[in-house]
């Protein structure tokens, strides 16, 4: 059985999106919310759509921090802070914990085209400072659609994964090439966040602006930077 | 004969990559420098490269604005606003300024995968705050790779034009699509350009983790977002 990854608000469409393709790739996923009860019928419901053997439960949030030691962060940013705070006695040492929040403007009742300036410099950093002592924070996951991960056809989008972890950033970046069509970028530190978070709110800008559902590529780096999944 | 368009700061990388890649493509060029004689060298040069009847010419910077009402600004982020306070009387009314400066944090001592924050937002509003009243100020072309534009091959990036004036938007799309390869997006308003110019100092970090030249390539747009060239 492979190592369970528990996706802490994984009833929201990025996280339960994200279940999904990790339950197609054979991961063993514990989705995890603040209602047991809505995280059991998202676990149902996506082992309805990709098998009665999937490997897909549903836990509070605690509880799923408690069952796993790779956690998948997929809240709004307005209540990110105050969950990890909750949280934090919860989360195992040695967990690596995976940020995908995004600072947008929309949190505090502005655009989700715009963003945030969050003190520490993103998100993702700011979970840095609020997580027990020797667990890894990586930064990836924000600039994939929703909308794609929950339908049926490949990914086009690259996953750009920053750590001061090397060891997490390997570990997230063999979860992004489990989804079909990611390919993970290895970007550098968690200080990137503060971009990596940023091109969200563009592409939310994009998609209002021209009705879409935007990704990014990088193109112009050398083969070796691209992993991307083995058929 | 085409309207001119006149690249301030034209001899560096990518002003001249992009004069290179203008004057292919039977554009008139005008190159601006500090220095007229620099100036005219790298239209030399260009012209070797591209073909004797290529319609490039240099100019001090001023004399450069006072002939086009087309201007490309490509300066370090450290010159920008004291080269604009400059110039000032010699930007005629009515034109496009197109701006691709990146408030990399190399312009004070560090690094080049960082940015500085900039009152405005973004050094493009700062432009927009020291350009003549009339002149529209278009933010493009930050994360199309100097080295790319400098050589021969297709220019695999997507270049996101950022402006509150729509007509001025279409002007840089137009140029934009001009150079092989380069699709064009339009980006929104002015202030979307804070993003736009934080990639630049990703793709940076990329390249310098990965060696190579990265650009951007935004998925998941329907067809009618793109602009590309006419073959």
């Known amino acids: 059985m492979s190592r369970p990854v528990a996706i802490i608000g994984g009833t929201g469409p990025q996280g339960s999106g994200l279940a999904l393709r990790w339950a197609r790739a054979g991961e063993t996923v514990i989705i995890g919310s603040r209602d047991a009860t809505r995280a059991e019928k998202m676990a149902d419901s996506i082992r309805q759509r990709v098998s009665p053997q999937a490997q897909v439960s549903g836990l509070e949030n605690a509880a799923a921090c408690a069952a796993a030691d790779?956690?998948?962060?997929?809240?709004?940013?307005?209540?990110?802070?105050?969950?990890?705070?909750?949280?934090?006695?919860?989360?195992?040492?040695?967990?690596?914990?995976?940020?995908?929040?995004?600072?947008?403007?929309a949190s505090v009742g502005g655009?989700?085209?715009?963003?945030?300036?969050?003190?520490?410099?993103?998100?993702?950093?700011?979970?840095?400072?609020?997580?027990p002592k020797g667990v890894s924070v990586v930064a990836a996951f924000h600039n994939v659609s929703a909308d794609v991960l929950n339908g049926d056809d490949d990914v086009?989008?690259?996953?750009?994964?920053?750590?001061?972890?090397?060891?997490?950033?390997k570990v997230a970046m063999e979860l992004a090439v489990k989804i079909p069509g990611v390919r993970a970028i290895d970007g550098g530190k968690l200080e990137n966040a503060r971009i990596v978070e940023q091109i969200t709110a563009l592409l939310v800008g994009l998609n209002i602006r021209h009705k879409g559902h935007g990704g990014v590529r990088i193109?112009?780096?050398p083969e070796a930077a691209y992993q991307s999944r083995k058929r």
């Open 156 to 169: 086009d989008c690259d996953v750009l994964v920053c750590s001061d972890d090397p060891q997490a950033t």
């Open 111 to 131: 655009r989700a085209s715009r963003t945030l300036g969050v003190w520490q410099g993103s998100a993702a950093q700011q979970t840095a400072e609020l997580v």
């Open 70 to 105: 790779l956690l998948m962060l997929t809240v709004p940013f307005e209540g990110q802070a105050e969950l990890l705070k909750q949280l934090k006695p919860a989360i195992r040492a040695g967990s690596v914990l995976i940020d995908a929040t995004v600072p947008l403007a």
């Open 219 to 221: 193109t112009g780096l």
